[in-house]
């Protein structure tokens, strides 16, 4: 079992950066692939991207490759999310998974609550 929570959101304007961080808890936690989605309102949640167990892989959604970038630190058990280049459809509620398995976009066992991101134009 691995519990998660997030913080670090905010609002920014255009252009701006944000980085969110995703503390763990659990014996399990440097055996997950993690992730990070995000849900706007009235849309469904959305991947964003995704890290192995060990950091050396990663994968993004289209719309933030490039822009956003995915960490991780087993040591702490912490994920990271530096986001920049913010657009205003960026602006969503950021969420971070945890499952296992590689790659994966869905499926994901363990969340955490969410952090408000909004990008103000």
């Known amino acids: 079992q691995v519990q998660l929570v997030e913080s670090g959101g905010g609002l920014v304007q255009a252009g701006g950066s944000l980085r969110l961080s995703c503390a763990a808890s659990g014996r399990t936690f440097s055996s997950c692939t993690m992730g990070w989605f995000r849900q706007a309102p009235g849309k469904e949640r959305e991947f964003v991207a995704a890290i192995d167990w060990s950091g050396t892989n990663t994968h993004y959604a289209d719309s933030v490759e490039g822009r956003f970038i995915i960490s991780r630190d087993n040591a702490k058990k912490m994920v990271y999310l530096q986001m920049n280049s913010l657009i205003s459809d960026d602006t969503a509620v950021y969420s971070c998974?945890?499952?296992?398995?590689?790659?994966?976009?869905?499926?994901?066992?363990?969340w955490g609550q969410g952090t408000q991101v909004t990008v103000s134009s």
């Open positions: 998974g945890g499952g296992y398995g590689w790659p994966k976009r869905q499926g994901y066992d363990y």
